[in-house]
């Protein structure tokens, strides 16, 4: 990765990616595989907040698959110059198995030996999976990291779902906030997670507890949907509340807990963006991950479907005709018809799960939780909806 200087913005970029996160890394990753001059452009440091990143990623087989081709899949963390062995925890966890709990006697548990695969998903660390990222894109020399946006062929923003290059262009972002927050931090607890993934739909809250550090942890990741009030007022609240708060929550599933780190949340919604291409004054420009949509995480799929749409883009410039520039709209559209499709699918059962949950009415709760029993009953129906999740859709 060759070092910003004055005279980078005057070469001639193939592509310019916006935004220099995980899907932005990514995809500058696959597009420079393939011989094409790719400028990244960091955005500008998020403020401080105080604390440690509590974030923690479900990431599927196909999300694992793309990021071992590229170098970056954080099996072991990256070690200073010069020091020894580290004791830190691993910082990706297999899950083993999943228990997702209704609010009254529906469950559904999914392990990763009927799938006939040693894990049906992995918790990688945030922090881990960007130096990761970070250290493939230094090795590669087809990508130069740039504070300003170069003009090039093709202009990808990668920004999140708050870009603001995607609002200078007038690119319509349709967003429809949820009446919850997610609420994040990191517990210990007194019993081991044996490698299980949590998830609690109760009284109208989603509570999900990951396992980290490893099959053997006992550390996990909260991510807790509930209003924003609540959420609110458990952000001001003595940590030792909080984690009595979880601990009872789950039903003592992990034994006593206690946070490793301060609680973090952030507003829910749903949100797409209408066109994902367009044809600027300066060339064409497409939309990726959290800049062209966003969901509910209940489902754990938010950054799949980034890295799916890294993908895909990738896929679609490699198999162009020798004949078309990057920036032709009609090749363009043929990425924008293949990942709207999916992530509007994805979008609708994510929203759907959320609404049907957030029904109080005795009959609705006796229906969700009969359903989610028959389910669990179904093998064949199971099955599909674990490769599902797994990103096994073939």
């Known amino acids: 990765m060759s070092q910003a200087s004055p005279r980078s913005t005057h070469r001639r970029f193939d592509v310019t990616i916006r935004g220099g996160g995980v899907v932005g890394h990514t995809l500058a990753l696959l597009l420079a595989r393939d011989r094409l001059r790719v400028a990244l452009v960091d955005a500008p440091p998020r403020p401080a907040t105080g604390g440690a990143d509590v974030r923690a990623y479900a990431l599927n087989a196909a999300a694992r698959d793309l990021l071992r081709s590229v170098r970056a899949w954080p099996e072991d963390t990256l070690a200073p110059a010069g020091a020894g062995t580290s004791d830190a925890p691993p910082t990706v966890t297999p899950v083993s198995g999943m228990e997702v709990f209704g609010d009254g006697r529906g469950e559904l548990r999914f392990g990763a030996a009927d799938q006939g695969t040693d894990a049906l998903t992995w918790i990688v660390d945030v922090p881990a999976l ?75 809250e989603i509570m999900a507890l990951l396992p980290l550090g490893g099959a053997q942890g006992n550390s996990v990741a909260l991510v807790w949907s509930l209003e924003t009030q609540q959420a609110d007022a458990w952000l001001a609240a003595a940590p030792e509340a909080l984690a009595q708060a979880v601990q009872e929550r789950c039903g003592q599933a992990l034994g006593e807990m206690q946070l490793e780190s301060p609680a973090q949340a952030w507003p829910l919604e749903l949100a797409r963006a209408r066109r994902w291409i367009a044809r ?115």
Request: glycine share 10%; charged share 25%.
């Open 130 to 204: 960007e130096q990761r990222l970070a250290h493939a894109v230094h090795f590669q020399g087809g990508i130069e990291c740039l504070n300003e946006a170069p003009p090039a062929a093709l202009t990808v923003i990668c920004e999140g779902k708050r870009s603001a290059t995607r609002a200078e262009l007038g690119m319509e972002f349709e967003v429809r906030p949820y009446p919850h927050k997610a609420l994040a931090t990191r517990l210990r607890c007194a019993r081991p997670h044996g490698g299980v993934a949590r998830q609690w739909f109760r009284n109208g």
């Open 280 to 394: 600027t004054a300066q060339g064409s420009v497409a939309l990726a991950g959290d800049a062209a949509h966003a969901m509910h995480p209940l489902a754990g799929q938010g950054l799949n479907v980034g890295l799916a749409d890294a993908a895909e883009l990738a896929r679609v410039l490699h198999e162009r005709e020798y004949w078309r520039e990057l920036g032709d709209l009609k090749l363009l559209r043929r990425y924008e018809r293949a990942r709207q499709a999916d992530v509007n699918a994805m979008a609708w059962v994510t929203d759907g799960l959320f609404g049907l949950f957030a029904q109080t009415d005795s009959r609705i709760r006796s229906l969700r939780n009969w359903g989610m029993q028959g389910v669990d009953r179904l093998g064949p129906l199971k099955h599909w909806l674990a490769r599902q999740a797994m990103g096994q859709t073939g």
